[in-house]
């Protein structure tokens, strides 16, 4: 009897709701879904019917595979650990099989068990990863009945409809700044910017960045201030956020130490800022690699001074001072004294703090937006792990 108890506790979740207390059952995933093939679309004509790949949507044409079934799309080559639901009418490429829940199974909770799965587990290529109906259909899960999962899917349903609600808000925010930036500086071969605070009129006026700037070299192998690197999405962060040891070691000795308001160019290309990325510091103090550029402004206004620096006018004039494919260890090939021949355009410092103050609010909301979401992901991995078995 105890040997029996011991077994049904296995068969049921760690989180359940109210009114469900029965053992759940072993099901091939063959049972529970139809695994059907995408097919080649080239022969079809353009029309509103979707296409979809591992990738997400690639096109629309006149056809359907599906015409009123919804289903879950799972990766037959390249991709295939990104399940994601497929809304009928729709068509799917070969690379890309469709599963529709078979009569009794919902399909938000069968999505649900799609996500959980480790899909790269079943790889079966030592190349392109690929997986077969056969190793989707002989994968074991276990079910509640269609009531529970109809409950546990409707949760699940409207956590992903809360975290793309944020998704949205989130990118609408970071494209509503990208269209400032463009608007609210100015365009190549102009003074004055298409967007401006009110009671501003006069031109911008053009300096290279060593007429307003000093170097920082300062070092202290005493200090205590904490260990910074810079990253093109977030600016200054602690290092220990990117590496779980101490990857500065015996060269610590030799970091820069940066005060605030005070700023640091990271030459190292990224797919975001392929010619590096500047950011002034928010902290009183940090430690950062001696290998970035560090400077400290005159007079201007440092947050607006950075904005300008990752802006596409000054990535077009680092362009043309890279040689190509030159790097040193992992760095573009750009000394302090060529990156301060770089050219900006200057308001008046009223002007620039009114210009940084916006974007400083606006960095805040989209970072907002961001946590919020990251806490909606990360409660909906929570529930995934204790609401299935």
Same mark, same amino acid.
């Given at each position: 009897m105890e040997e029996q108890r011991k077994s049904e506790n296995a068969l049921v979740p760690a989180l359940r709701f109210e009114g469900f207390s029965d053992p759940w059952e072993q099901r091939r995933l063959g049972e529970v879904v139809d695994v059907r093939s995408g097919r080649d679309y080239k022969h079809l004509k353009p029309g509103l019917i979707p296409v979809y790949g591992t990738g997400g949507l690639m096109t629309y044409v006149n056809e359907a595979l599906s015409k009123n079934e919804d289903a879950i799309g799972i990766g037959r080559k390249g991709t295939i650990d990104q399940p994601y639901k497929l809304y009928a009418p729709f068509w799917t490429v070969d690379t890309l099989f469709y599963a529709i829940p078979k009569i009794g199974i919902d399909i938000e909770f069968a999505l649900s068990c799609f996500l959980r799965i480790n899909w790269k587990a079943k790889d079966e290529s030592t190349g392109l990863p690929s997986l077969s109906k056969s190793a989707i259909n002989d994968t074991r899960i276990l079910l509640p009945d269609a009531r529970e999962q109809s409950r546990i899917g409707t949760l699940f349903s409207k956590l992903d409809s809360l975290i793309a609600l944020h998704q949205r808000k989130h990118e609408k925010l970071k494209t509503v700044k990208q269209s400032l930036l463009e608007k609210m500086f100015p365009k190549e071969g102009e003074d004055v910017p298409e967007i401006r605070f009110e009671g501003f009129t006069d031109p911008w006026e053009q300096r290279r960045l060593g007429e307003i700037c000093d170097e920082v070299t300062r070092r202290n192998p005493l200090s205590e201030a904490p260990v910074m690197m810079i990253t093109a999405e977030s600016g200054f962060i602690e290092q220990s956020e990117r590496y779980s040891t101490d990857n500065a070691g015996e060269s610590l000795?030799? +970091?820069?130490?940066? !005060?605030?308001?005070?700023?640091?160019?990271?030459?190292g290309a990224s797919k975001l800022r392929p010619f590096g990325s500047c950011f002034n510091l928010l902290a009183d103090e940090a430690r950062i690699p001696f290998v970035y550029h560090c400077f400290s402004l005159r007079s201007d206004c440092p947050a607006f001074t950075s904005l300008e620096l990752n802006g596409g006018q000054v990535e077009d004039q680092l362009?043309?001072?890279?040689?190509?494919?030159?790097?040193?260890?992992?760095?573009?090939?750009?000394?302090?004294?060529? +990156?301060?021949?770089? !050219?900006l355009l200057l308001p008046s410092l009223d002007e620039q703090r009114q210009i940084a103050g916006l974007f400083a609010k606006l960095d805040s909301l989209i970072a907002l937006h961001q946590r919020e979401l990251d806490i909606l992901k990360n409660l909906k991995q929570a529930l995934l792990e204790k609401m299935f078995v």
């Open positions: 000795q030799k +970091y820069i130490v940066l !005060r605030r308001g005070e700023l640091a160019y990271n030459h362009r043309t001072l890279v040689s190509s494919g030159a790097r040193m260890d992992g760095l573009l090939n750009i000394s302090f004294e060529e +990156y301060q021949t770089v !050219r």
